[in-house]
């Protein structure tokens, strides 16, 4: 079915500009603080992520300086990624304009994906990571081009440098493949080729994680303990209400 382009770049552009505009409505987020400090002491890992958000703030302080909107840009500019991501996909499945227009419009108005993109953390990143072997995963089911699968392991492994949780979808990808007819991929070359990409790129962060007794694993055992055995499903309803 034959689109017109301009649409997804037209979404883009105004979730961009729309954050843009509003990117003063509130100050810093105390999270925000944590991000900015890591920028300044990169390495491969830290106790309680990844590097990648380290890598990003570092960048933006470097070049951009510490301002709101510096410090705020890279969480824009991943959302309006997303959404033209989003868009493409929709051209994948076989949408065609007015298609792309009420999905655009959908996560304009949707208040999580305008909140996600408000501020410097690794939820927009880690989100945008999972449309894009989404992506590359649909690609390659509509085409069967197995460098399709060596853009999922690069995606794969700098996703997982910014959030473990993209295991997750890898978990879900290996059960699906199980449960369809394309399990035959899992016992072909390019597949392994691509697992092996996203292991070399998380390997650095691996070994930083052994070397330091695998902090995350405390940090994760101190979150359970000190705040998530607080917070009651009851007591979080009559919160928010």
């Not at 470097?62 to 493409?88: E, K, Q, V």
């Not at 996600?116 to 449309?131: R, S």
């Amino acid at each position: 079915m034959k689109t017109n382009p301009a649409i997804a770049l037209f979404f883009t552009a105004f979730k961009i500009l729309l954050h843009l505009a509003t990117v003063a409505a509130f100050g810093y987020h105390r999270d925000e603080f944590l991000y900015l400090a890591l920028g300044r002491h990169p390495d491969w890992g830290y106790w309680s992520n990844p590097p990648f958000i380290g890598a990003v703030t570092w960048t933006s302080q470097t070049f951009l300086g510490d301002s709101l909107w510096a410090t705020r840009l890279p969480s824009i500019l991943a959302g309006g990624a997303l959404m033209w991501i989003t868009l493409r996909m929709v051209r994948e499945l076989g949408g065609g304009n007015w298609a792309q227009v009420i999905c655009g419009m959908a996560m304009l108005v949707s208040v999580a994906w305008l909140r996600v993109n408000t501020m410097l953390q690794p939820v927009p990143f880690d989100i945008l990571f999972w449309a894009l072997l989404s992506f590359g995963l649909l690609r390659w089911i509509n085409t069967r081009d197995a460098r399709w699968w060596w853009f999922a392991g690069i995606v794969a492994g700098i996703g997982f440098l910014n959030k473990y949780t993209l295991v997750f979808w890898a978990a879900a990808l290996l059960v699906a493949l199980l449960l369809t007819p394309e399990r035959k991929v899992l016992v072909s070359k390019p597949l392994w080729q691509a697992a092996g990409l996203a292991v070399l790129l998380i390997l650095p962060n691996l070994l930083w994680q052994w070397q330091y007794h695998f902090p995350v694993i405390r940090h994760m055992e101190e979150l359970a303990r000190n705040q998530l055995n607080n917070v009651q499903p009851v007591n979080f309803c009559s919160t928010s209400s």
